[in-house]
C-alpha cells in the first residue's frame, strides 16, 4: 500500500541502498570536483553537531550551480547515496526529494505559510527517523527568490516574507538539526537571493563539459550500452572515435551529449532493429 508522502515531498528513501548506486559513477566531473562535494556533505552529517559550538557554524547547504543538462540533479542524488554509503557504520540516511514548486502561492501569506509549516514541521519529523537526513531541493531558485529582483508579477512583499521564511528556517534548522543537509539546485545562480547563497557551504558551479569531459561521456555511454549489445564493445573502446566525435559537439551539454547515442541507434532501421550493427559512421551522422 503506498505511504502518504508529508506536503511537498515527492520521494523519500533509506539510504543507502544498491539500487541508488549510479549516479555518482555516471556522472563526469573535474579531477577532484566529486571528492570535494563528499567531504562537504560528509563535515556536516558527521561532525555538525559539534561544529554547529563555532560561531560560523555549518548550514548545511550546498548549492549546485550551472546550465541545464550538466547533470546537477543526478550529481546531487549520487551523493546522497555516497554520502550515505559512507555513514553507514555509524547509521541510515533518510533522503528526501522535494518539489520546490509545491510551496509558492497565489494566496497571499500562503507561500509564507507553507515553506514555514514544511521548514519547522515536516523537516524536524523526517530527521527525526534516522541519524541522517539529506533533502534535496531540485531548482530552488523557485523557494529562495531573490528579494531585490522579485518581479514575476507576484506580489513583491509575499515574495519577501517568503524568501525570509526560507532564510529563518534554515537558520533553525542549522541549530536544531545538525545531522542534516540540504543539497540544492539552480540553473539561475543570479535568481537566488545573496544571503541564501551567503548560508551556502558550497557552491559548485558545474560547466558545460569540455572536450576531454565530452570524450569521456561517450565512452561512459557506449560503455553501457556494449553492455546490452556486446557488438557495440569495439566502439566504446575507441578512444580516438570518442575524441573525434568530442571536437564536433563543443558547447553541448552533458543531456545532448548523452542523447547523441541514442541518436545513432535511430539513424538506420537495420541499427534499430539491431544495435549490435551500431558504427561510427551512424554516431557521426547523428551529429548532424
Ligand atoms: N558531466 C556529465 N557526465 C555524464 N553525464 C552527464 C553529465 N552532465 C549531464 N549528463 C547527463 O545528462 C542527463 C541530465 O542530467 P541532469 O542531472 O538532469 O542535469 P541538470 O540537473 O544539470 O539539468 C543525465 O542523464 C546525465 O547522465
Ligand atoms: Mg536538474
Known sequence: MPVALPPGVLSLHALPADHHDGPWDHIVTAPGTKQRLLNQALLTLRHGQRLAALAGLPHGLIILAGPPGTGKTTLARGLAQAAARALAPIGATTYAEIDPHAFPSELLGESQRNITRFL???????????????????????????????????????VHRATDAVLLGIDRLAQAC?????????NFPSALDDAFRSRADLVLTLDLPGEETIAAILGHA?????????????????????????AACAGWDGRRVRKLV????????????????????DLLAAIG
Not at 134 to 157: K, Q, W
Not at 262 to 281: F, K
Open 120 to 158: 519547522t514541521d515536516t523537516v524536524p519529523e523526517l530527521a527525526s527517523r534516522r541519524p541522517h537526513l539529506i533533502v534535496l531541493i531540485d531548482e530552488v531558485e523557485s523557494l529562495a527568490v531573490s528579494r531585490s529582483a522579485a518581479s514575476f508579477g507576484s506580489n513583491p512583499v509575499d
Open 178 to 186: 545538525p545531522r542534516l543537509l540540504f543539497v540544492t539546485t539552480t
Open 222 to 246: 557506449l560503455t553501457e550500452l556494449a553492455g546490452l549489445w556486446p557488438g557495440v564493445r569495439d566502439l566504446s573502446g575507441d578512444v580516438t572515435l570518442h575524441r573525434k566525435l568530442a
Open 262 to 281: 541514442l541518436s545513432a541507434l535511430a539513424q538506420r532501421r537495420e541499427v534499430t532493429d539491431d544495435p549490435n550493427r551500431l558504427t561510427a559512421d
